[in-house]
């Protein structure tokens, strides 16, 4: 898959929920500091219909925890690790926000988490926003 990509997919309906990093994220997905083409949004509502485009065109797909689902939505088991796992076959990242999807041990059978895959370096800048939020809550 392509290094980075043109879209972004997220449900926006769930704005006033997210964390300031992922909002952070995808203001500038719309509104890019640089004054360069914003980032298409196209959110299909079925992970495997948005991460399929993902894959074939680049970008990223969000699905973050937030204030309602604070442990995220979907599965790891059986929702995040097979996407992580295709996803970083064809070169793209899948993290949690905090660590690579892969690499988290589960806790139980129908344990939720938060993701973040898509292009390698489109993830990275989620990251960056995210880790960017938290380094201002420090103090």
Known sequence: MPPRGTIFSINEGNTSLWDA??????KSCKFPAD??????????????????RTLLYGG???????????????????ECYPMAY????????AVSGSQAILDIH?????????????SADDV????????????????
Do not use: N, W
């Open 35 to 52: 004054g360069g083409k914003p980032k298409s949004a196209r959110y299909v509502g079925s992970m495997v219909a948005d991460v399929h």
């Open 86 to 93: 295709v996803l970083e076959r064809a070169g793209g990242r």
């Open 106 to 118: 589960p806790g139980g059978i129908h344990e939720r988490c938060p993701i973040f895959l898509g």
């Open 60 to 78: 990223v797909f969000l699905y973050p925890a937030d204030t309602k689902s604070t442990r995220g939505k979907l599965r790891l088991l059986y």
């Open 21 to 26: 990093g992922t909002a952070a994220y995808v």
């Open 124 to 139: 990275a800048d989620v990251e960056a926003a995210i880790a960017a939020d938290a380094a201002s809550l420090q103090i």
